[in-house]
């Protein structure tokens, strides 16, 4: 069955770093395209950042770039977040999501909380 997992977050102090991982199987992850997502309190879920199956094209929204890095290791079938110099507006559930290259097909992991307070 598709697995996609997610861990490494936590409390962190502003300006702290903090890595996420999302362990996935259960698909050809190699075929997939990776992102992340958050849900900011109170708001609706948004993009973060978004990595082709290749490992080279990335994309980024605006309030992290700069500042968080998405990564994949194809021979683990694992996606990363790189996120540093953390703000408290940071704070959310960020989400691992893999959609399919060439067909509407997606999965979305549980979900992993990260706090960003003093």
């Known amino acids: 069955q598709v697995r996609l997992v997610e861990s490494g977050g936590g409390l962190v102090q502003p300006g702290g770093s903090l890595r996420l991982s999302c362990a996935t199987s259960?698909?050809?992850?190699?075929?997939?395209?990776m992102s992340w997502y958050r849900r900011l309190p109170g708001k609706e879920r948004s993009l973060v950042a978004s990595?082709?199956?290749?490992?080279?094209?990335?994309t980024y929204a605006d309030s992290v770039k700069g500042r968080f890095t998405i990564s994949r290791d194809n021979t683990k079938n694992t996606a990363y977040l790189q996120m540093t110099s953390l703000k408290p507006e940071d704070t959310a559930v960020y989400y691992c999501?893999?959609?399919?290259?060439?067909?509407?097909?997606?999965?979305w992991g549980q979900g992993t909380q990260v706090t960003v307070s003093s």
């Open positions: 999501k893999g959609r399919y290259r060439w067909g509407p097909l997606e999965y």
């Open positions: 259960g698909f050809t992850f190699s075929d997939y395209i």
């Open positions: 990595i082709h199956s290749n490992g080279v094209v990335t």
